[in-house]
């Protein structure tokens, strides 16, 4: 049975996600706090093995103690946030910082129908405590460093191995699936790309709404290539990454001489997600005068895997999935793995560099 410390301002919210995480018969409620200083207190004492933290609290908020956890007692994080701008912009942050995942409260800081998130409150908190830390400390520790530093200045493309060729000339396309862990990943992936990267990248990171687009916003002020949540009916740019809407299904689809994307919200989630990479993978799979490099980062769950299968039966692919030795979850990549459809298994830091390899 897993141990969790809960840390939120509200008296009504700590009994609320107590008894949610107790009821699951697989973790033990060994403790309370009321703010960041008293959770970095009762986590020195109580050893947990999972903490749920509030992003909204008084005297030490919910990124400060994430901070000093980070940096004192590192131990796996699940982040609870408002749906707010402000609530989705400091969960990204958090993400980057090195909180293994978060839930969004339905209805703002004390939500009282916190009950339709408590599968998902559970899921998480478990899937976290199972998390090696070592991985975010150590894989990640350079990248959150530097999370507030300028943006990168635009350079040449870099000099990168050409032992593997497109086997016909055809303009690319570059998707990236990833969930648990994404945001890091991304962080590590993107802000590696040059600006004259000679295709548009359309990813799916497993986010609600209002969340991927403080993604976007955040992930652009560190690239040197644009970043920005895809619309309806926009048309792609070379040199440009799109995160798919949180909400919607994201698919790429022909429109004349260009790409443009349809998004939907009427069509069910898939494997549980909305936006779906497999429903992006399936989309791409119909382009027929297109080179495709598919990327699949961490993840739970096995997501993108079908879609991974109708890429390859359908045209030119090149697959990359991240090493198990970097993944904070070894979901979806293991999954894509076992299809025996991955061209390369990669540590996170060297999948930029594998991506502009298959552009060459």
């Known amino acids: 049975m897993k141990k969790v410390l809960v840390v939120d301002d509200s008296a009504f919210m700590r009994k609320l996600i107590g008894d949610f995480l107790t009821a699951s018969k697989q973790l033990e409620v060994i403790g309370i706090a009321r703010n960041g200083e008293d959770a970095i207190s009762k986590i020195k004492k109580l050893r947990p093995d999972v903490v749920t933290l509030d992003v909204e609290m008084p005297k030490m908020n919910g990124i400060e103690a994430l901070r ?6 590192p131990l796996p994080v699940v982040m609870l946030s408002s749906t707010t701008k402000e609530g989705a912009e400091e969960t990204v942050k958090a993400m980057e910082l090195g909180a293994v995942d978060f839930i969004a409260k339905p209805s703002g800081t004390i939500s ?10 559970v899921e998480k908190v478990i899937s976290a405590s199972k998390v090696n830390m070592t991985k975010i400390t150590s894989a990640f520790r350079k990248r959150t460093e530097s999370v507030d530093s300028s943006k990168p200045a635009k350079g040449a493309v870099p000099t990168l191995p050409s ?3 497109w086997t016909r000339d055809s303009p690319k396309l570059i998707l990236i699936g990833t969930s648990t862990g994404g945001p890091r990943a991304l962080q590590q992936v993107l802000t590696e790309l040059s600006p004259q990267l000679d295709a548009p990248v359309v990813v799916v990171q497993h986010m609600p709404p209002g969340f991927t ?4 916003i955040r992930l652009d002020g560190q690239s040197a290539i644009k970043v920005k949540e895809a619309e309806h009916e926009e048309i792609l740019q070379k040199g440009t990454a799109y995160i798919a809407p949180g909400g919607f299904h994201t698919k790429v689809v022909e429109h004349g001489a260009h790409l443009a994307f349809e998004l939907s919200k009427e069509e069910a989630p898939r494997n549980g ?7 992006l993978f399936e989309s791409a799979s119909l382009l027929r005068n297109y080179g495709k490099i598919a990327v699949i980062m961490t993840g739970m769950g096995s997501d993108g895997s079908e879609g991974l299968i109708k890429l390859k039966e359908t045209g030119e692919v090149r697959a990359i999935a991240e090493s198990k030795e970097t993944c904070i979850v070894f979901g979806m990549p293991k999954s894509a793995i076992a299809t025996n459809l991955v061209d390369s298994v990669e540590h996170i830091e060297d999948i930029s560099q594998s991506i502009m390899k298959y552009m060459l």
Do not use: F, W
């Open 68 to 73: 000093r956890i980070m940096g004192e007692c």
């Open 112 to 121: 009282l129908d916190l009950h339709k998130v408590q599968d998902e409150m």
């Open 163 to 165: 032992d593997l060729k």
């Open 213 to 216: 687009n403080s993604l976007a």
């Open 273 to 279: 997600h909305r936006p779906s990479v497999d429903v």
